[in-house]
């Protein structure tokens, strides 16, 4: 039976190569189903295992973000005279396998804070020890027994200066879903916690009254822009590229990269006028090898001074609003975190969405493809 | 103190190569073969096994709700099909560009050419997917060289859209995937008999025909061979569709790893994955099916 | 069937680059004639059948068919059937299809087409393998079918390209009378390549012998044999003895020839030969162990050096008085009286002796 199958490849000089077909096949099936299951490389900077109290393994974001914070990284390892080892991405795959495994390599992880909410649900982290971290200044949404902010990201309305100069540009979500008045492609992120919250924005429902979040009535305002987002982004990259080379017009993109393009010379802007905040958090996965000593980073991290450091760095604000003060007020007015910005922005709910991801995301996808 | 050997120098002593006897030992041949295997059994058959149990076991024990759940939902068919899709044009498409180009590799004669040829062919396996990925969103943007090209010799009067939609997940799959279906074309072309064509034309076959019944029918192993390795590998594609594709591109190995590293859940996941698994063997199996009565693929040789 | 066509090659040469693989050949075969091309590897005999094929163009020259230029017809016009070394089978076609692909090239209806085969397949002795597909058939079967699709279309010319070479001893020896059957009982003009003499000896009416690209005689296979025209020749078909000599005087067709024993010999000469060395070539079967001297016009004395038993004969070398090698083929039965250092007397007529000009004097010293 299996005769028939096999097939003979000849290589001009590598001799001769028989395979049996179905051999390949399955090889080739299981690589890419491994491939697949696999999920991202890892890249390991450093020698990756702390075995020792005298390093700290960080698990980060990688890109912009983590150069940011190397600073910070360096400060600590200067006054706790310990070696930091920072690992990127933070791959919440690899993170549930190795504390499922009991192999945790990781001491101290920065996730988004609706995963860190999550995990801590699901048991893969460690209680954070406010007897260590000082959480004092933290807005109270973000103090959690599991986790804790570490700065902001604020979701807002992006444009390209040549097309809207002056001022001429969307100033809420309601004008940024008018596709007549404000006519030509738009990219959105590809996630939908905070998007959902922008369409009900749009349609009219006021900040204060957006939690619970009304699904359908966000996926019938979505309806309304979908043929106008040309592109779905996956990456913080792609939105200022976008808006720089024309491809979109507006974008709702995230504050610290836009900001960045704009300060690099890219004809772009931001609105933070209902900018949708999104944080991230620290967090210790169960079983971390050097608990004490995460916890004493995570404390250190968030202290002021630290925290403006990074703000300077990058353009997202610090979770520590003490931080502010401690900022050049350019520095503030770049980040949206003037007086009056700061009120005009809106936190995302991360308890909903803890609860509500899973279900919303699969309709969300299923949406795309209509 | 040294031993002397004495040999009769009128006896030659035949000289073998160590590899040579080690081939003798019985048994080596097994145990050379046993380490790939239980390199892929362990690796591979076991971590696989081992994921796709997840599908119908969790913590509470065996459940099927995982995979009634990819039916109930139908955004996961919807993928599914999205996906067999998408894999299948850049099948066809590969396959039309490939066949040329490992045609001309068979019939040049210059080893000059040849090499720069296969060169050429094989210079996407050098780059870096992710680099040759964001080097098609520069060619391929509105903005980009190709559309400004199209417009300036007059061909468009404005730019068509190339990225963020099927075309630009076909382009970007069909460039990383093409040199698996020239390769496997032309080991297969390799070996045919020139002669047979040309005996054809002797019998008064015009070369085109002799082209299309005698050539294409030999080669059609390789255009086997090559489709089903690039089928099977553009369903596992993840990156190029995700960069160059648009919201109704989605593949389902996205729906995989969403599932695996953003909401953990494992369990959906391995459903899913078994669910491509499946799929996948269905296609292997309807076509050997269709093509067991080829006599090209009965040769044994 | 076909009664056969006649094929003129005319002063056609073919260069690849700057090598003369057919050097300016001119010859013509005749309706219905089996025409063989015989030479070692590297002759252009290949080349040659490849253009009268018409699967290569000639470098100039021209090729001509019932005296019709087809020079500048390309393979699939000229109508040839050809029969390749490895058959050229389609591997993907049964044998019916594989015979039947000429025909349908030729859009003859159904029934026909059948009718044909099926006829053809009896002519071959494979009736009951029309269904088989190549891989199936033992390489005896292979040729046959090969033939059959060679011949099936009735073509006007039918090329064999080393027909025989794949094939073991005793099949290629039943396969060249089949062959030869066949081409006889349809009567179609035939040309041959090979480089087994014997092939072309058993199968064919002339042989062309080629040899760096120019032909060097072509001669029925008994003229080939007896009559040797040069050297090349003479050494290429079957094994011969040379014996140098000069020539003293010539008169009337007959010269007299002085050789290296201080012996001088009256033999007839075929042609005028201008230069006063020539070669005498004698087959080893037509010397033999004289009692006496006086038994033949020639005689040498000779020490036996060794001997080969090849079955129906004796391989038996000698050296002559003057150092000149001589082999000839004793029947089995005198190995009782002849041994190896016996002096012996070998003696041969003049009939069966060839005079062919020594180009290469230099070379041999007898």
Known sequence: MHKKLFIKMKYKKGGIVVLKKWIMISISLLLSLSLVACGNKTSTDGNGSA????????????????????????????????????????DAGKFKAMVESRAVEWDVANF??????????????????????????????????????????????????????????????????????????????????????????????????????????????????????????????????????GEVNLAAGWSGRISTAKSQGAPEDLEFNQGIIIDDSWVVPKGAPNKDLAMKFIAFTLDPKQQAAFSSTIDYSPANAKALDLLDPEVRERLGQNEENAKQQILLNNEWWVENYDKVNERFEQWLLK | MATEVKTDPRVPVKRVSPAYRLTRIPGLQWLLLLVPFAYILFLVVFSIIG????????????????????????????????????????????????????????????KKWKSLIMGAVLIPFWISLLVRTFAWTMLLQEQGIINKLLISVGILQEPIPLLYNTAGVVIGMTHVLLPYMVLSLYAVMEGIDQRLVQAAQGMGARPWKAFIQIFFPLSLTGVLSGSLLVFVQGLGYFITPALLGGPDNMMISVLIQRNVSETLNWHLASAIALLLFIVTLLVLLISFFFLRNNPVLKEVE | MALGDSLAIVNVSKYYKKMKAVDNVAFKVNKGEFLTILGPSGSGKTSLLKLIAGLEAVTSGSILLNNQDITSKKAYERDFGMLFQNY???????????????????????????????????????????????????????????????????PSLLLLDEPLG?????????????????????????????????????????????????????????????????????????????????????????????????????????????????LIAIRPENIQIAERESQFNNTFRAKVVEMIYLGEVIKTKTITEAGQELTLKIPPQMSKSITCGKDVILGWNNDDATVIPDKEAAVLYA
């Not at chain 1, 200044?137 to 103090?143: D, I, S």
């Not at chain 1, 966000?218 to 990259?237: H, M, P, R």
């Not at chain 3, 692909?101 to 397949?121: G, H, W």
């Not at chain 3, 393998?129 to 046959?144: C, D, E, I």
């Open chain 3, 88 to 154: 050229a089978l389609f591997p993907h076609m049964s044998v019916f299809d594989n015979i039947a692909y000429p025909l349908r090239l030729r859009k003859i209806s159904k029934q026909e087409i059948v009718k044909r085969v099926q006829d053809i397949l009896e002519l071959v002795h494979l009736q009951d393998f029309a269904s088989r597909f190549p891989k199936q058939l033992s390489g005896g079967q292979q040729q046959r079918v090969a033939l059959a699709r060679a011949i099936v279309f009735n």
């Open chain 1, 112 to 245: 988004d804070s609706i995963f860190a909410l999550r995990s801590a649900k699901e048991g893969l982290l460690e209680k954070l020890d406010y007897n260590v971290i000082n959480s004092e200044g933290v807005p109270e949404e973000l103090v959690n027994e599991y986790s804790i902010g570490s700065e902001f990201i604020s979701l807002a309305i992006s444009y390209n200066t040549k097309k809207y100069p002056e001022g001429t540009h969307p100033k809420n979500w309601a004008e940024f879903w008018d596709t007549k008045g404000f006519p030509g492609p738009r990219t959105l992120w590809k996630f939908p916690p905070g998007l959902l919250e922008s369409a009900l924005l749009a349609d009219g429902v006021k900040p204060e009254e957006l939690y619970p979040l009304d699904v359908d009535r966000a996926f019938e305002s979505l309806d309304k822009i979908k043929e106008d987002v040309k592109v779905w982004y996956t990456t913080g990259t792609q939105a200022p590229q976008l808006l720089a080379n």
């Open chain 1, 51 to 90: 075995k020792e109290d005298k390093e700290l393994v960080v698990a980060h974001w990688g890109g912009a973000m983590t150069d940011a914070y190397k600073k910070i990284f360096d400060a600590f390892e200067e006054k706790y005279g310990v070696k930091v080892t920072v690992v990127t991405p933070n």
């Open chain 2, 51 to 110: 994921f796709f149990k997840l599908s119908i076991y969790d913590e509470t024990g065996f459940t099927l709700q995982y995979l009634t759940h990819m039916f109930t939902e139908t955004v996961y068919l919807q993928v599914l099909w999205v996906t067999l899709k998408i894999a299948a044009i850049v099948t066809v498409i590969s396959l039309l560009l490939a066949y040329p180009v490992a045609y001309l590799l068979v019939k040049v004669e210059s």
């Open chain 3, 166 to 278: 794949a094939l073991d001893k005793n099949l290629r020896q039943q396969m060249q009378l089949e062959i030869k059957h066949i081409q006889e009982k349809i009567g179609i003009t035939t040309i041959c390549v090979t480089h087994d003499q014997e092939e072309a000896l058993t199968m064919s009416d002339r042989i062309c012998v080629m040899n760096k690209g120019r032909i060097e005689q072509i001669d029925t296979p008994e003229n080939l044999y007896k009559k040797p025209q040069n050297r090349f020749i003479a050494e290429f078909i079957g094994e011969i003895n040379l014996i140098r000599g000069e020539i003293i005087e010539t008169n009337s067709g007959k010269a007299k020839v002085s050789l290296a024993n201080q012996k001088t010999i009256t033999i007839e000469m075929a042609e005028e030969i201008h230069n006063n060395t020539i």
